[in-house]
């Protein structure tokens, strides 16, 4: 099992950025594929982007040139730099990870909130 903690989130206004970080713990054997998704108000959950441990970056459409994610293994930690934000990224953002054999484990989620 992998405990998750985030951090980060916050009221920004539109056009501005934040950083989130998630911070992961327990077995390092399940610490494996790390993401964030984002769920808003009445919206189903969504990916935003992910990361293997050796680097393999997954963006959805909604972060793409906007979002970065990056990992450090050392610390196992997982952040994503948002730039430009919109009204629209307004959601709480959650840090999952998958594990090798498939288990998923989430964070508490942490709010976003941007606006206009």
């Known amino acids: 099992q992998v405990q998750l903690v985030e951090s980060g989130g916050g009221l920004v206004q539109a056009g501005g950025s934040l950083r989130l970080s998630c911070a992961a713990s327990g077995s390092i054997f399940s610490i494996n594929v790390m993401g964030w998704y984002r769920q808003a108000p009445g919206k189903q959950r969504e990916l935003v982007a992910s990361t293997t441990k050796r680097g393999s970056l997954t963006y959805a459409d909604i972060a793409k040139g906007r979002f970065s994610i990056s990992r450090d293994n050392a610390k196992n930690t997982v952040y994503l730099q948002m730039n430009s934000l919109k009204p629209d990224d307004t959601a709480v953002y959650y840090c999952?990870?998958?594990?090798?054999?498939?288990?998923?484990?989430w964070g508490q989620g942490t709010q976003v909130t941007v606006s206009s």
């Open positions: 999952q990870n998958k594990a090798p054999w498939g288990r998923e484990d």
